[in-house]
Every structure is written in structure tokens, then in C-alpha cells.
């Protein structure tokens, strides 16, 4: 999870490095997407709520991160 609290207006990169298993990304809210196995998400983040990812699966690989702007 990266805490909003902790985080000022950022940019997130978030790559799933497992080949089978994929990943849920959730804001909190009704905003959500899924990161099949190797893909990756790059997106502007105000902040104002957590990032909560999740495996559907086992323990795959998250690559990460969070550039402040």
C-alpha cells in the first residue's frame, strides 16, 4: 500500500514482473484497474487516497515507483 498520507502530487510507475499472475490495482473508491502479468501503469497521483495493490494469486513481483512532482 502507498499511504496518501505520506505522498505529496506524485507520478506512479507500477510494473507486475510475474508471467502468470495479475494484479488489482485499487484507489479506494469506485477507481480501480487490473495489471496483467508483465505490464506495467504510469499515471499522475493527486494523493488524496491510497494505492492498494493486489496479487488475484500467490506472491508475484511488484516493481515500483513514485516521483514527486
Keep these: 500500500m502507498f ?5 505529496s502530487r506524485s507520478y506512479v510507475y507500477l510494473k ?4 502468470t ?3 488489482d490495482v485499487d ?3 469506485t477507481a480501480s484497474f ?8 504510469f499515471f499522475p497521483w493527486h ?3 491510497n494505492i ?3 496479487a ?5 513481483v511488484l516493481e515500483y515507483a513514485i516521483f514527486e512532482a
Excluded: C, K, L
Aim: charged residues 15%.
Design 47 to 49: 494523493a488524496s487516497q
Design 34 to 41: 487490473n495489471i496483467r502479468p508483465g505490464e506495467f501503469a
Design 21 to 23: 499472475i495479475a494484479m
Design 3 to 7: 499511504a496518501s498520507s505520506s505522498y
Design 56 to 60: 488475484d494469486s500467490g506472491t508475484p
Design 16 to 19: 507486475n514482473m510475474d508471467d
Design 52 to 54: 492498494v495493490v493486489a
Design 27 to 29: 484507489f479506494g473508491s
